[in-house]
């Protein structure tokens, strides 16, 4: 499977972007599709995790701003982003794990199988 994150660019603080993940060369059917991102010199962090029934799970940094649309059944999903900050600065990658719902690895980086390439967003004026 492979997963490609687009969708990133540069935009002032309180803007929006929208971010795309289309898997391809498999089914991502079933899986959790999970947003992280990483700021220079910092770890990866979950955004959030989206599974395939629909259901989110946000990062306090992402509640209120940021909403996970689209299916994993039909192998794409998006990551609309408002109200952006400039600590919101970093690559951001997509990617697709089994873990069962609601396990504390779905919020984890070790809790996915496949990644994207990652996509940079920069929050400045």
């Known amino acids: 499977v492979q997963l490609q994150a687009s969708g990133g660019g540069l935009v002032q603080p309180g803007g929006s972007l929208r971010l795309s993940c289309t898997a391809s060369?498999?089914?991502?059917?079933?899986?959790?599709i999970g947003w992280f991102r990483q700021a220079p010199g910092k770890e990866r962090e979950g955004v959030l995790c989206?599974?395939?029934?629909?259901?989110?799970s946000y990062a306090d940094s992402a509640k209120g701003r940021f909403t996970a649309t689209g299916s994993n059944l039909k192998n794409t999903v998006w990551l609309q982003m408002n109200s952006l900050r400039p600590e919101g600065t970093a690559v951001y990658y997509c990617?697709?794990?089994?873990?069962?719902?609601?396990?504390?690895?779905?919020?984890?980086?070790?809790?996915?199988?496949?990644w994207g390439q990652g996509t940079q967003v920069t929050v400045s004026s």
């Open positions: 989206l599974n395939s029934a629909g259901s989110t």
């Open positions: 990617a697709a794990g089994n873990r069962p719902w609601g396990h504390s690895s779905i919020y984890q980086a070790s809790g996915y199988n496949y």
């Open positions: 060369g498999g089914s991502v059917n079933w899986w959790n």
